[in-house]
Every structure is written in C-alpha cells, then in structure tokens.
C-alpha cells in the first residue's frame, strides 16, 4: 500500500498546473512581441533617464553641501520626505501641472531616486580618511582637484551602492506610471488586474512582474560591471 | 647672522574663534637653508600648527610669511604647496592610486611629461629603498607601515621641493624600524641638503634629527632656540630641563655619529686562513680577539684563542658570529647597544657596501664622551 498515496497526487496536480500555467504564460508572450517590446523599452527608458538624472543631481548635491552641514542634513531631509509620501499620490500630484503620461511619472520616480544616491554620497564623501584630505591639500592640489581626484573616486563605491538601490527602486515603482498613463510594464499589470478572473488575466500580471525583475537583474549585472571598470583595485 | 634664511615667519599670530589664548601668539621663526630644524614641545604648544602655518594648510590671522625672501603670505596657497614636500604621521597615502601614481601626484599637477616622471619615480624607490619593479604598481593596503612612510617620503620628495614639512613623520611607527628610517632619512639628508622643518614631541628623536632644535611651550612660543648639543649642555630654564628629562649624557650618544669615533684595529684575518698563521697573527698583537673577514672584506665572526685551538671545527666555523655591523652613519647609541649585546665588547664597523672599517670600542666611546663634555666646559 503507497502510504503517501495522498500527497503525490497533488504534488503531482500542483506541478502540472505550473507547467500548464507557464506554458500559457509564454503564449501569451509570443503573442504579443511589439506590446512586449514597446512596455519593456518604456520601462527602461525611465530607470535610464531617471537613474542617470537623479544620480547626477544627488551627487551634486551632495557634493555641493559637503562642507555645510545645515544645507547637507536640510537636503537629506526634503529627499526623506519625498520617499515617505505615497507613490499613488507622488504620481499623481503633477498631473494638473504636466498632464498625463510619461511626465508625472519622470517626476515622481525622480523624486524616489533621489535620497539613495544623495544619502550614499554624503556618507562616501564623509568617510574620506581626513588624513588623505590633509596630504592631498598638502601636496598643493586645490578644491577642485582634491575633489575630483581623491574625494569622489575614494566615495565612488559607496555612490554607486546607492545608484544601485536606486535602480532597483525605480524598476520597481515605474510599474505605477501606467495609472498615469506612462506605459512601461506596469501596463500589463493593470490590465491583468482589471481583468481578473478572466482568461490571461494572471497571465498578464505574471508577464509584467517577471519582466520587471528580468530588468531588474540584467541592469544591476550592467552596474556590476560598471563597478568593476570604474573602481581602483586599491580600493577594491 | 650670513647664514641664508629660506622660511621666515614674521610676527606671526594664529588666533582660533571662540577661544582665548591663540594658538600661535607672535611667533618669529627662521629656517637656515639646508638645515633641519626641529620643532619640539609637548602636546598641544602648537608645534603642528606653525608646521602647517608653513604651507598655508592654516592660514595666519596675522603676521607674514617669508619663502626665500619673497612674501608669499598671500599668493595662490596650492602654487606655494607645490614648492613645500609635505610628509605626516598618518602618510595619507591614496589608497585608489598605486605607489608610482602616488609618487607623480605633484609632478603631474606640474605638467611634467610621462617619461621624466616615470624615471623620477623609479629613482625615489630607490632613494627610500624600495625596489621600483616590485612596489610601483601595488596599492598602499599592500605596504607596511614603515613601507607607507617611505612612499609617503619619497611622494613629498618628488618635485624636489627645497622645503620638506615632516609632521611626526615616524611617530605611529614601532620603535625597531622608526630607528631605521631615522638613520636611513639622516642618511639621505646628507646627499640631498633640504630645508626641514620637522615636529615632534619625543625630545630623543628630536636631538638625533635636528641641526637645530626650537623647544615650544604654550601658544608656540620659543622656550629654546639651539643646536642640540647647546641645549643639552645649558637648558634656558626650568621648562626647558624638566623637557630635557633625565640623562642627558646618554641622550647625547644620539648626537655623535661613528664616523666621529676613532677606530680600533684589531688583527685581522681573512678567509680563507691557515689555523697556524691565525694563531700567529693573533699571538703577535695585543688584541685577544681578531676578526675574520671574507674575500669581500665583509666581516664574518670574532676569532680568539680558544676558538682558534679547537680544531674540531674549521676556521669559518669557530668563535662567534658577527651578526650586526654598524655603519659611519650610526649614533653612538646604536654602537653602544651592538657593543653590550657582542660578547666581545667589540663593534665591527664597515662602509655602505659592507666593507670592514675597523672596531668601535667601549673606550673609544667613553674618549670621545669625555673630550666631548671637556670642550664645552
């Protein structure tokens, strides 16, 4: 007598349905390559532009207030603030003043990405040994020297850590730009859920989700590589 | 005064917000050219604070700043500190950069072409004995910290600066390899003849080090301007002998250097040698002990008698090893240590290479102590 008889079955049901639902999940993929391909492009445009901007300001930011605590600790605080208020309601607050689509949503995913990279520069720029500020003042090279060839390269691990939580957070969030009308992958999520239960419902939602953590996981390969190419072994 | 003064501080105060007393109150100070004046005193007298008046890393409240004669009070400060070498106790080496790229930072802000700085680089390994094939490109976590020093050394040498700033330079360095870079830094201080204005708070280190020693008490102000033999022997006042400590005979054996000792010859024997004609030399001199040399002159052990009559072992084998030689350049404190550590109670001295010179004795030393203390009565 097969004593687990009543598990194998199920265990057995279980895998079928997973199969069968991945099989139907890929058909709905192949079924609509230009939606796909139009939903992932969106979605990487804005971890792209919104990465790349954000990071560019925070770090100027942060590079800007180094050396004054009051304006340093006061942009961290606004950044806070900015990660602390709702996403439904960051996406839709500027929509009466840029209208719908990809605006409000560079916005708000902006807004997001600001407090990683611009907490990661303080914190890098901070942890400086002073003592290499003092033999690179030293040696004669001005502010401007001493910034960009000892500070920032020696906080560059810790800059891009934040860039990196960023990007991770964007890829994330940027599937609410769809309720403003900002396309990406978020598309097929709400579609799915609007749809529930009806056939290729979780098909689509499935669809949307995966992709965001396929991009997810080949961006951070990009910054991984990124890391690699642009930190000193010495530092390493 | 003829004597060529390339730093002058003139009347030179650093008065801090919020607090009373200045760090720094009216403080002249003169750097002879070539010479190395050492800036003294316990913590907090201000000794780093003037160093870093020096290349304008703090910046007067008021007074001025003479370098060769020009007032650079208040030109460019980065331009100033491109001409003043800069070593300190934590070295602040750039831990993102390899030791050659450390070594070019200042030749590179002058816009030195590749190949000269490459060479330049190559020649101040050597200069602080490191081997440019294996260091230059490693990292500074891959060096010690007597090694980071070097490096650290080497790097404010590197636009040969006339000025060099040292602050505490071997302070956070353990005490056997400290001695050496002290010796090794004399050494070359005698081949390059720059101006260095060096702080410390160890008053040994100080007298071995400095031509010139200015003893600072609070607010750096001048206790004693002097050569160390002139301290030692006539302290201004109480501040200056309570910071003199005990033992200053002792502390003068850092002042003189072997090559100030007269030598003492003892029979020397060179291998390879016949037992018999060992024996011989050594009968035929007053000495009990001769010393065997190699083929190089490189002194190789002490032979006495009973070493030389026990026959079961081969000349190059008897008496006792001679592990430590001591070079021109070493105080008399390094000669007396070898001297109480050798059974003999001989130091073997050579020359750079290697080569024997001759013994340092416990005699020669107490001579040259008591001339010494004789001349300036």
């Known amino acids: 007598m097969d004593v687990g008889g009543g598990f194998a079955p199920s265990h057995i049901t279980f895998t079928k349905e997973l199969m069968e639902f991945i099989g139907s999940l890929w058909e709905f993929l192949l079924g609509r390559p230009e939606q796909v391909r139009d939903a992932i492009f969106e979605h990487l445009l804005y ?21 004054n605590v009051f304006a340093r600790e006061l942009s961290l605080a606004i950044g806070s603030v900015f990660l602390t208020i709702p996403s439904l309601a960051l996406f839709t607050i500027f929509i009466p003043l840029v209208g719908l689509g990809f605006w409000p949503s560079f916005i708000a995913l902006f807004l997001y990405a600001i407090l990683p990279v611009l907490r990661n520069t303080v914190t890098g ?32 691990p810790v800059i891009l850590a934040g860039v990196r939580i960023a990007t991770m957070l964007t890829v994330g969030i940027a599937a609410i730009a769809t309720l403003v009308a900002g396309g990406g992958l978020g598309d097929f999520i709400k579609s799915g859920l609007a749809r529930l239960p009806l056939p290729n419902s979780l098909e689509s939602i499935w669809l949307g989700t995966l992709l965001c953590l396929l991009l997810a996981f080949v961006i951070d390969l990009g910054l991984k590589v990124l890391k690699t190419a642009t930190i000193s072994r010495g530092i390493r | 005064m003829t004597d060529d003064v390339l730093i002058r501080l003139e009347d030179v105060t650093k008065q801090y917000g919020g607090t009373e007393e200045p760090a720094v109150n009216s403080l002249t100070l003169e750097v002879i050219r070539g010479e190395v004046l050492v800036l003294v005193g316990p913590s907090g007298c201000g000794k780093s604070t003037t160093l870093r008046l020096i290349n304008r890393l703090i910046e007067p409240s008021s007074g001025k700043l003479f370098l060769d004669g020009e007032d650079v009070t208040s030109i460019n400060a980065s331009m100033l500190r491109r001409k003043i070498g800069y070593v300190i106790q934590q070295v ?142 006539d302290p201004a006042d109480e501040f200056v002998e309570n910071f003199l400590g005990s033992g200053a005979i002792l502390k003068s054996l850092t002042l003189a250097k072997i090559k100030d000792l007269e030598l003492h010859q003892v029979p020397v024997l060179k291998a390879p040698v016949m037992r018999d004609k060992a024996l011989e030399t050594l009968q035929e001199s007053e000495d009990s002990t001769a010393i065997l040399l190699d083929k190089d002159d490189k002194p190789l052990r002490w032979l006495d008698q009973s070493a030389l009559n026990r026959t079961s072992q081969p000349i190059e084998k008897s008496g006792r090893p001679i592990t430590v030689d001591l070079q021109p350049e070493d105080t008399l404190q390094d000669a007396l240590t070898v001297m109480l550590q050798s059974s003999t109670g001989l130091a073997a001295v050579t020359d750079r290479k290697g080569t024997y010179l001759g013994c340092a004795t416990i005699e020669s030393l107490a001579n040259l102590i008591v001339s010494g203390q004789g001349s300036k009565n």
């Open chain 1, 47 to 67: 971890v792209v532009v919104v990465v790349g901007l954000a990071s560019a300001f925070s770090i100027m930011i942060g590079v800007l207030t180094r050396y």
């Open chain 1, 125 to 156: 720029l901070e942890q400086v040994d002073p003592s290499v500020l003092e033999a690179a003042k030293g040696m004669g090279l001005t502010n401007t020297e001493v910034l960009l060839r000892v500070q920032l390269p020696l906080a560059w």
């Open chain 2, 92 to 233: 602040g080496l750039f831990p993102h950069r390899t030791i050659a790229e450390n070594i070019a930072t200042v030749p590179k802000l002058l816009g030195w072409d590749k190949k000269k700085i490459d060479e330049r680089v190559d020649e101040l390994l050597e200069v602080v004995s490191m081997d440019p094939k294996t260091y230059r490109e490693r990292y500074p976590k891959e060096l010690s910290g007597g090694q980071a020093q070097r490096v650290g050394v080497a790097r404010a040498l590197a636009a040969d600066p006339d000025v060099l700033l040292m602050d505490e330079p071997f302070g956070a360095i353990d005490p056997i390899t400290r001695d050496r870079l002290q010796n090794e830094f004399l050494r070359l201080q005698q081949d390059l003849k720059k101006t260095i204005v060096f702080v410390t708070h160890d008053i040994d280190e100080a007298i071995k080090m400095g031509n010139r020693i200015a003893i600072l008490r609070e607010g750096s102000e001048i206790a004693q301007l002097d050569t160390p033999e002139a301290i030692l022997a």
